[in-house]
């Protein structure tokens, strides 16, 4: 296994075979109808061979882009326009919304440390699609809203008007703007901003072994597999509890409220 550092080193001048969407070690390339795509994979091959890589065979598909492909947690899809969209996945919306509905539910939180602790993780993950187009029902938060406000509402220290506040809190609404990180020519994409950002950000504020814990998994959380790109804490888990075991194998980066849920739900069963 290449580390997604060393393997965007390596990978440089990639993007000069195709068109293509690439984060660390994984990549889209866009083909047109008239374009040959056995070459192009043979060119990639030869690419990777002379710097001692291979194409994982497993992870490498041929997708008409009208049914659609998900990838980084995005679902792109050609419109009769021509034009890409993307949308968050299904696997990635239900992945959040899962997170979500953990803390809403937990009672071992009040409603204030639930808002305060579900804003971070909206925000990122808001901020994360922030160029997709999420109004609409599709990814809509608002069955989940309706459900947080009941149960804020439910403790006895709260009334309409301050759940109202709280869900505020909880939910804050980022703006989006559609359709800006397709089309991005050549390595260069917003999203490498954020993972260059996000990095330094978190090798500042975590220790060497969750930092590079965080590396080794691409910044993606170990537990529900988004990445760790939010204000949300990162936690270093010791997969077999052992907390004198500092093999790599046995570390893993996972967000604070995935940890939390990992190692409470243990407990109650
Ligand atoms: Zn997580
Ligand atoms: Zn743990």
């Not at 809190?169 to 917003?190: C, D, M, R, T, W």
């Not at 990095?199 to 500042?204: G, I, Y």
């Not at 936690?235 to 004198?244: A, E, F, K, T």
Request: charged share 30%; with cysteine.
């Amino acid at each position: 296994m290449v580390s997604p550092l060393l393997a965007n080193v390596a990978l440089n001048g990639i993007e000069e075979i195709h068109q293509s969407i690439r984060y660390a070690d994984d990549m889209v390339i866009i083909l047109k109808p008239k374009d040959n795509a056995e070459a192009i994979l043979d060119k990639i091959s030869q690419f990777l061979g002379e710097r001692g890589m291979k194409l994982s065979e497993k992870k490498t598909k041929l997708t008409a882009t009208k049914d659609g492909f998900d990838f980084l947690g995005w679902n792109f899809k050609v419109q009769s326009n021509g034009k890409f969209r993307s949308v968050p996945s299904s696997d990635n919306y239900k992945a959040f919304r899962q997170k979500v509905k953990r803390i809403v539910n937990n009672s071992n939180y009040g409603a204030k440390e639930k808002a305060e602790k579900l804003a971070p993780i909206v925000r990122g993950w808001r901020n994360y699609h922030r160029f997709c187009k999420m109004d609409g029902s599709k990814n809509s938060l608002v069955h989940i809203e309706t459900r947080a406000f009941k149960v804020f509402n439910k403790e006895a220290k709260q009334n309409r008007y301050t759940s109202k506040k709280l869900l505020d809190l909880a939910f804050p609404s980022v703006p989006y703007s559609e359709n800006k990180h397709i089309n991005v020519k050549g390595e260069k994409s917003p999203f490498d901003g954020d993972i260059a950002y996000w990095s330094e950000r978190n090798s500042k504020l975590y220790d060497g072994e969750t930092s590079s814990a965080l590396k080794r998994q691409n910044h993606t959380c170990g537990y529900c597999g988004l990445k760790t790109l939010s204000d949300e804490k990162v936690h270093l888990h010791h997969v077999d509890g052992n907390h004198n075991n500092w093999k790599k194998n046995n570390l893993l980066a996972v967000h604070e409220s995935c940890h939390d849920y990992h190692h409470t739900s243990k407990t109650v069963r």
